[in-house]
């Protein structure tokens, strides 16, 4: 069954922790009001002259394959529109089907999946991604927040 409560509590944990970080992002809202067909793409942050966007799909069932399809056209559009490289991460409740994997794998744009049927774990799991590819939150005063896991 579809959660759209569920979902938006994942998009805002991960605003919330893009916005921690101080690097430029872009929200959903934004992203479409640049260009209306970027449906597929919740936030954009650039990292090093990098545009890393990210899917939140935290839905039962899983995002259709037109759904994949579509996320790897507005990652090339992306691409096309800022000339630098894209990187796609994709967070999911639920599996995707064999036909979307395979489109991923050959789209020739890097892509992560994260994937679990928990909420809080998920979370966790992009938060310890983004720490291990250098992506921080950063407090009031300007400190580096660490955490362990």
């Known amino acids: 069954m579809y959660s759209l409560r569920e979902s938006n509590l994942v998009k805002n944990k991960v605003e919330s922790f893009l916005k921690s970080t101080g690097l430029t992002y872009y929200n959903e809202k934004y992203i479409q ?3 209306a067909s970027l449906t597929e793409i919740d936030f954009i942050l ?4 990098c545009n890393v966007c990210i899917m939140t799909k935290f839905i039962t069932p899983a ?3 037109s759904s994949i399809s579509k996320f790897i056209m507005n990652l090339n559009q992306i691409s096309q529109l800022t000339s630098q490289p894209v990187y796609g991460i ?3 409740k639920s599996d995707i089907s064999s036909d979307s994997v395979f489109q ?3 789209s020739g744009i890097e892509v992560q999946m994260l994937q679990n049927n928990d909420k ?8 310890q991604f983004m720490y291990s590819n250098n992506v921080y939150e950063i407090d009031s005063e300007g400190d580096t927040i660490m955490y362990e896991y």
């Open 33 to 35: 009001s640049v260009d």
């Open 63 to 65: 995002p259709s394959s």
């Open 46 to 49: 650039n990292v090093n002259d």
């Open 120 to 127: 809080e774990i998920l979370h966790k799991m992009f938060i």
């Open 90 to 92: 994709i967070l999911l």
């Open 104 to 106: 991923l794998k050959t």
